[in-house]
């Protein structure tokens, strides 16, 4: 990859390496042959497999963890100035750049396809990637999930194009230069560090407002929330449902057809056949925890996983499911994650679950937040009407349960963006 900052960097240290965006840039180092290094807080699928490529990993975060002699610094935006590696670094006159900022090192030099949203741009940045490499464009892509073909979140191609889903927390898109925007949607989220909706649609107006006049714009004409933040930009605008098709997609939903939609409308920018580009939209089978099959379990429920963490996301994965299964009884797992996000949508997750038969709520993921006693999964599980819905104290409990009620053609469904996916895994 040209780049000052990374063609000189032969040894780089990883702060969050576990990070489904962060592990990328990981791996693109381990593939040119650089020394990598890393840590973060708890082990997972992600760090064993940079493990197994090379990389060095801690788990947990210590001043002790720099190697000697570092050239570079990669951090997640989720870390504090405080963190001990980051002020080990910056004490021995490390070069510093965060995630968002690598990403930039990266786009600057690619011709840029940026997929960003509040919700389904995993899912529309892996079909893109899979349109334009089956068209034999060979591109490289950044994606926050891992893809069914590569078992990866990087392709490391060697053409000129970069597919990067473009993450709006922390305004990190902003650091992306695109010459295909995609904006699947806008919505409320990231509350912690957004004041509101407005403020949200301000992220999304500069992130449009980056992209030059030679280059595109591809959103939904109805969405207002994402038409009123594109109105006066230089870009060319292109929207998504003049590509509508009857699609036959493996993965269910309407949100999936308007993720495909705006897949379609990136193959036409590039001038990809329309017919390969369908073809490789109906192939697509979905993303790692993006309503993905784990497998049936000895009593012959069906098990699913799934990342959302937003109620639009909910709402939208249990009304795709309950279409898919007609007649099934849909048991959700849910954990929500972050303790902010749960009490500012409190009133709106508790709308999220109309299409499941049963929710069985576990203890909020706090992530990167302090605990909160004001807010609790008894507290969302209470707010629930007309709907079964019950709050366990850890997955020992909710395993326990569910081992006793679950029942042959049942589907359950873990929901959320922590650890859930470990019940389903358990059941199995």
């Known amino acids: ?200 649609q301000n992220a999304f107006g500069e992130f449009a407002d980056k992209v030059t006049e030679k280059g595109y714009i591809v959103c939904d004409e109805k969405d207002k929330l994402v038409t009123d933040v594109i109105k006066n930009i230089k870009a060319k605008i292109v929207f998504s449902n003049q590509f509508k098709s009857d699609l036959k997609l493996k993965i269910p939903g309407e949100h999936n057809k308007r993720n495909a939609e705006k897949a379609l409308a990136v193959a036409h920018l590039l001038e990809i056949d329309k017919k390969k580009a369908i073809k490789s939209l109906e192939e697509f089978s979905g993303t790692w925890r993006r309503f993905e099959f784990k497998g049936e379990t000895n009593c012959g429920a069906l098990v699913y996983d799934d990342y959302g963490h937003h109620p639009t996301e909910i709402k939208a994965t249990l009304k795709g499911a309950k279409e898919f299964f007609d007649g099934k009884k849909i048991i959700a797992v849910f954990q929500p994650h972050l303790f902010s996000r749960t009490k500012l949508l409190l009133n709106d997750f508790a709308q999220a679950f109309k299409d499941a038969d049963e929710i069985i709520f576990a203890p909020i993921y706090p992530a990167r937040e302090p605990f909160d006693a004001t807010i609790s999964s008894d507290i969302l599980a209470s707010k629930i009407k007309n709907t079964k819905a019950i709050s366990l104290k850890d997955f020992e409990e909710i395993n326990k349960y569910i081992v006793e009620n679950l029942k042959k053609g049942d589907v359950l469904i873990t929901i959320g963006a922590g650890d859930v996916y470990k019940i389903g895994e358990n059941m199995l």
């Open 1 to 200: 990859m040209k780049s000052k900052i990374f063609d000189s960097a032969k040894k780089v240290h990883f702060i969050g390496i576990g990070g489904i965006g962060i592990s990328a840039i990981a791996k693109m180092f381990l593939l040119e042959g650089k020394k990598v290094s890393g840590s973060d807080m708890s082990d997972s699928k992600i760090v064993e497999e940079l493990k197994k490529a090379g990389a060095e990993i801690n788990i947990g975060h210590s001043a002790k963890n720099l190697p000697k002699d570092l050239d570079l610094v990669v951090y997640t935006i989720a870390i504090t100035d405080e963190n001990s590696e980051l002020k080990e670094a910056k004490k021995r006159n490390i070069k510093c750049i965060t995630y968002p900022q690598a990403l930039n090192e990266i786009s600057k030099e690619k011709y840029t396809i940026a997929v960003s949203g509040t919700h389904g741009k995993t899912t529309t940045t892996a079909m893109i990637a899979k349109i334009m490499i089956d068209a034999g464009l060979d591109p490289t892509v950044i994606v926050g999930s891992l893809l069914k073909d590569t078992k990866s979140n990087f392709v490391a191609g060697k053409s000129k194009y970069l597919v990067v889903e473009a993450c709006e927390y922390r305004k990190s898109f902003l650091n992306i230069e695109p010459d295909i925007a995609v904006i699947t949607n806008i919505d409320n989220d990231h509350l912690d560090f957004y004041k509101d909706i407005a403020d949200i």
